[in-house]
């Protein structure tokens, strides 16, 4: 049985991940990893957790040869909007991270899972079911370093022997933990919104057209695509996967189902409009379906109905444990 380590644990994919991970392959093989320090109560609670900076070398290899580990899920990355914000920490934080997981993966003989984006992609790719193959010229620094990371992943697989699979991941929509600062936080934000005031303002335009995805098939498809057979993926970089095509507008009216009265405006942020703008509008997964078999089970509307209910009892136990 494979020991597992995942960096940027704490973020919102990693808070849904390692318990996945811990369910299908034991609590102890797990190894959670984030740059934020815990508390003792905390990092007992998440155990077992270390403290580590993808960027020291140092750390990364110690913490891989203490725990003896066999695969990497490396997620520690700034999101779009916070790159834009910081291009050189982006920089930083997402390509010696990368180049870090990689070397360590090379010399103790790790696979690698490797999250990429939509961001990607840039104003010249085909923008409507954007093919796996097809033109990367991304506008943002968060492209430009998924696009190195890509052919990072690439370079290691065929030069170096290393086990790399990777995902070209749409928006992520989920109510475990808050999204990092990317472009397509709105998702999220909405849900949140309309529990708690009957509204949200929209800071991308109502017809702002993008794939998203709901959590539980996001970390579906990584667990399955790093446990696929290594003769069938034709790809070592990052497979497009995406589970709906859908603009703000579709997703207050599918809020609007279950709460009729739910209100959305708009106060368009020209910065991350410009970002959403310059990425695809609907990917083509169909690589990813033929290589390794990658099957989304939610739509907008399983996806809006599950959010609603699970949101709403996360937020109302929030509420009882702070009145007590
Ligand atoms: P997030 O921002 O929610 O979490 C990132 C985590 O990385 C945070 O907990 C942060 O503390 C940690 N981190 C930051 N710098 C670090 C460092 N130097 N060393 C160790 N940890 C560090 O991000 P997320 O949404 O969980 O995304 C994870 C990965 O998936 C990223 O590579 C992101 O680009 C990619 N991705 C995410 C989405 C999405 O919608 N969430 C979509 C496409 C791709
Ligand atoms: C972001 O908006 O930055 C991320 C992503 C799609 O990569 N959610």
Not at 169 to 193: C, K, Q
Not at 200 to 211: E, N, P, Q, V
Request: contains cysteine; aromatic residues 10%.
């Amino acid at each position: 049985m494979k020991n597992i380590l995942v960096t940027g644990a704490l973020g919102q994919i990693g808070s849904e991940l390692v318990p996945a991970l811990r369910q299908r392959y034991g609590a102890g093989k797990v190894i959670a990893t984030d740059l934020k320090v815990l508390p003792p109560s905390g990092a007992a609670a998440l155990a077992p957790y270390d403290h580590l900076d993808c960027t020291d070398p140092h750390q990364l290899h110690e913490a891989v040869r203490r725990h003896e580990i066999d695969a990497i899920y490396h997620l520690a990355a700034l999101l779009s909007a916070s790159a834009e914000a910081a291009p050189q920490f982006a920089w930083q934080v997402n390509m010696t991270g990368l180049y870090n997981v990689l070397e360590v993966a090379r010399g103790y003989g790790c696979q690698v899972f490797f999250p990429s984006s939509i961001g990607a992609f840039g104003p010249s790719t085909p923008r409507d079911h954007t093919p796996q193959v097809t033109i990367q010229r991304p506008t943002t620094i968060y492209g430009v370093t998924k696009v190195a990371g890509e052919l990072l992943c690439d370079y290691y697989a065929s030069r170096f022997g290393i086990d790399t699979r990777g995902l070209r991941l749409p928006g992520l929509v989920s109510y475990v933990a808050a999204p990092g600062g990317g472009t397509t936080d709105y998702a999220v934000e909405m849900f949140y919104h309309a529990l708690r005031y009957g509204r949200y303002t929209c800071f991308l335009s109502a017809d702002t057209r993008l794939d998203m995805m709901y959590m539980p098939d996001a970390i579906a498809g990584m667990i399955h695509l790093m446990a696929a057979d290594a003769d069938r993926l034709r790809y070592r970089n990052a497979y497009n996967i995406t589970a709906m095509s859908v603009t703000p507008e579709d997703i207050a009216a599918a809020i609007r189902q279950h709460i009729p009265s739910f209100d959305i405006d708009y106060d368009v942020d020209p910065v991350r409009q410009a970002i959403a703008d310059s990425w695809p509008r609907s990917l083509d997964d169909s690589a990813a379906h033929a290589d390794w078999d990658w099957a989304p089970h939610y739509d907008l509307s399983a996806m809006t109905a599950d959010m609603l209910v699970r949101l709403e009892a996360k937020l109302k136990t929030a509420a009882r444990k702070k009145r007590v």
